[in-house]
């Protein structure tokens, strides 16, 4: 029999993505059992957090300042904006290549039946930076899914009334991988999407 204040607990770990009832009450037990210290600063640090963090006024991408480093950084490109649905995202790009501009941070994706509109990616934001004409290129780096192709669309047609070109990440094959192996749909789209060589 578990008490209240122990189910809360394990409730509250559900909220997190991808943790059901099992894995939270894993969680709990392990907190509870072996990890007191680990729990309050976990808490601590989870209340400071929310407190204290918050969107970067320029690219919406969070931060605790009201504008975050890469926004405020004198050595970043300002003519390329790359349009990233997730906070996460950004930090891979950011991580895994040389990439040197700025970034617009969606927050999501254009949704109808979920009620995310343009409003809620802050199109209208983007729309004001793209009309001060500084931006020269906005890539668009949105997931290949069904809503993400469809919020790709709408960026670049933002983009292009603005007369800034846009441009898409490339999607396909990966590097390394064999063709054999490679499910339908993403082939149809590298083969559909090929380039010429250099």
Do not use: W
């Amino acid at each position: 029999m578990t008490t209240a204040l122990l189910e809360q607990l394990i409730e509250a770990f559900r909220i997190l993505p991808g943790v059901g009832q099992k894995t939270a009450q894993r969680m709990a037990y392990h907190v509870l059992e072996r990890e007191r210290d680990g729990g309050r600063r976990l808490a601590e640090v989870l209340a400071s957090s929310i407190e204290r963090i918050g969107h970067c006024v320029r690219c919406r991408d969070f931060s605790e300042t009201e504008t975050c480093a890469t926004c405020a950084s004198a050595a970043r490109d300002a003519q390329q904006l790359c349009a990233v649905e997730s906070p996460a995202d950004r930090l891979v790009i950011e991580q895994a290549t040389g990439y040197r501009g700025l970034y617009f941070v969606l927050q999501g994706r254009l949704s109808p039946l979920d009620g995310i509109g343009p409003r809620e990616l802050g199109l209208e934001q983007l729309a004001s930076r793209l009309a001060t004409g500084e931006v020269q290129e906005l890539i668009i780096a949105t997931n290949p899914t069904v809503e993400g192709e469809a919020t790709a669309h709408y960026l670049a047609q933002l983009a292009r009334n603005h007369g800034v070109r846009p441009s898409r990440l490339a999607h396909g094959v990966p590097l390394g991988g064999e063709l054999e192996y490679v499910d339908r749909g993403t082939l149809s789209h590298a083969f559909g999407s090929r380039s010429e060589m250099p």
